[in-house]
T-cell receptor, first 116, second 115 residues
Framework: GAVVSQHPSWVICKSGTSVKIECRSLDFQATTMFWYRQFPKQSLMLMATSNEGSKATYEQGVEKDKFLINHASLTLSTLTVTSAHPEDSSFYIC????????????FGPGTRLTVT | AQSVTQPDIHITVSEGASLELRCNYSYGATPYLFWYVQSPGQGLQLLLKYFSGDTLVQGIKGFEAEFKRSQSSFNLRKPSVHWSDAAEYFCAVVTGYNQGGKLIFGQGTELSVKP
């Protein structure tokens, strides 16, 4: 099956700093990548959708200046949390969509972000 | 707007017993439906999907799901649960093409397995 990796798997950063999370599709070309946020014991909340070479489309209520998403190639997307604060602490999961609609999404293992 | 409802937040079954996790969706057109499983601290793994055709879908790990249009349901079943099946299960529907083909997730059902 299609594999998606995320790096780092966990990260601790100080309040006010920025942190970058990488999402890679290892054995397929992800025409579309999705970024989710998940709070403990809750479902996934879609943050944004990105297509290679295009600007990301953010969901309502998600601060695009805080959560910078770049989809530079068909195998790499990055999420940068800028000026992180403790309330940004969460589990971030990316997925890659393969082929045409309806996309079958393959999920990465997630990144645990803790802001101190 | 599309939505997915998983009525059961937490279910406990004994090992070896059968399992059914409920999922109801709201969608005007033909839905594209998924079941995912998530172990603690992990990403999501696809169990099975329904796009069209046979309404009884077989997945990995011995799971199956049945699409019932008349009931707007896509319930997940397993005839005999193993202790390793303890995890969080999510049902999801894909939004329309002009809405970006995004996944709408249910709230999730946490499955516990008693020895």
């Amino acid at each position: 099956g299609a594999v998606v990796s995320q790096h780092p798997s966990w990260v601790i950063c100080k309040s006010g700093t920025s942190v970058k999370i990488e999402c890679r599709s290892l054995d397929f070309q992800a025409t579309t990548m999705f970024w989710y946020r998940q709070f403990p014991k809750q479902s996934l909340m879609l943050m944004a959708t990105s297509n290679e070479g295009s600007k990301a489309t953010y969901e309502q209520g998600v601060e695009k200046d805080k959560f910078l998403i770049n989809h530079a190639s068909l195998t790499l997307s990055t999420l940068t949390v800028t000026s992180a604060h403790p309330e940004d602490s969460s589990f971030y999961i990316c997925s890659g969509g393969q082929g045409a609609y309806p996309y079958e999404q393959y999920f990465g293992p997630g990144t645990r972000l803790t802001v101190t | 707007a599309q939505s997915v409802t998983q009525p059961d937040i937490h279910i406990t079954v004994s090992e070896g017993a059968s399992l059914e996790l409920r999922c109801n969706y709201s969608y005007g057109a033909t839905p594209y439906l998924f079941w995912y499983v998530q172990s603690p601290g992990q990403g999501l793994q696809l169990l099975l999907k329904y796009f069209s055709g046979d309404t009884l879908v077989q997945g990995i790990k011995g799971f199956e799901a049945e699409f019932k249009r008349s009931q707007s349901s896509f319930n997940l079943r397993k005839p005999s649960v193993h202790w390793s099946d303890a995890a969080e299960y999510f049902c999801a529907v894909v939004t329309g093409y002009n809405q970006g083909g995004k996944l709408i997730f249910g709230q999730g059902t946490e499955l516990s397995v008693k020895p």
